[in-house]
């Protein structure tokens, strides 16, 4: 399994957790569920997701509004 990052802008604050998936497309997922979640709950505006590669290193996937 692999180590994703997801970074929730909001208005007032950015917040930040991890999560184990599978694959890219599994995060990406889960991504745009946080946001909905994020937008109702918190005014949440933009996700960005990032994925650790095998040097440990954050590696950008994508970011959804």
Do not use: P
Not at 15 to 31: G, K, L, S, T, V
Not at 46 to 64: A, C, L, T
């Amino acid at each position: 399994m692999k180590r994703y990052l997801f970074e929730l802008h909001c208005v007032t604050k950015t917040n930040y957790h991890h999560e184990m998936f599978e694959c890219d497309a599994d995060a990406q997922i889960r991504a745009r569920k946080i946001l909905g979640e994020g937008k109702r709950d918190a005014n949440a505006f933009m996700i960005s997701v990032y994925g650790k590669n095998k040097s440990g290193d954050w590696k950008y996937i994508v970011s959804y509004q």
